[in-house]
């Protein structure tokens, strides 16, 4: 029996903005049924990693293909969806204030930000979308204004974007970004629920307590480079976090959770 192809698979790809050479070679394979956190500081290049994903970037021109999406060289991300589903910062902040949250979930089978005129939304698409604000507890938000919900909530409409396709796999970028602590420990439940169900996650950011227990794989990034990738309990040391930040860390564990704190 063939094994899958992988979610994502870069290959020696050299990533240049402006005269900056962010990555240089770089390789990492990102498996199927396999939840992986990206963790690094600012300008580790993870958003240059996840614009790399979403093709709003490209690597230098090679004969052979240096990024492959579930097994495809080329094409729009977008067409994607139904496999793969990306929450990211950017998209959040795309959406007009105007638009309402159902319009939100529904643009998700669209691959479109917001909704618009020629777009004919069935009987089907309408209930699939009030079933998902129902699951993500949010009913409430189906007819109110994108612009007078908090950040939390704008989070949660665009999760329920991403999940109205009902993807495989989800990429979710600094998933808990401008969240107050209740809203950051309900995303994170969240987060838990979803690979409990089967979902793959690939989680990018620079927060350590944002990695669920669930999660069993680790990938360190540090300028443009992979520090450091193995299982969870491995790469997440005293030692490597502290090279990694330029700072001496004292790692905290409870209950599968990490938390980095200042050593002495």
Known sequence: MDAPVPLIEIKS???????????????????????????????????????????????????????????NASGDIWSLRKQLGIISNDLQEHYSP????????????????????????SRYQREAAAQILQELGIPELAQRRYGELSSGQQRRLILGRALINEPASLILDEPTTGLDLAATFAYLQ???????????????????HEIPPEVSRVVLMS???IWADGPKREVLTEARLSGLYGVKVALVEASGWYQAVPAG
Not at 31 to 38: F, P, T
Not at 60 to 67: I, Q
Not at 190 to 208: A, Q, Y
């Open 13 to 71: 790809a050299t990533v240049r903005r402006g005269d900056n050479t962010v990555f240089d070679d770089l390789n990492l394979t990102l498996h199927q049924h396999e939840s992986v956190a990206i963790l690094g500081p600012n300008g580790a290049g993870k958003t240059t990693l996840l614009k790399l994903l979403t093709r709003d970037l490209y690597p230098l021109w090679r004969e052979e293909p240096v990024v492959r999406i579930l097994g």
């Open 223 to 225: 300028k443009g480079k």
């Open 190 to 208: 969240t987060m838990r629920g979803l690979i409990r169900s089967g979902r793959t996650l690939v989680l990018v950011t620079h927060h350590i």
């Open 98 to 121: 105007e638009v309402v949250g159902e319009q939100v979930i529904l643009s998700g089978f669209f691959g479109s930000v917001g909704m618009w005129g020629h777009q004919s939304v």
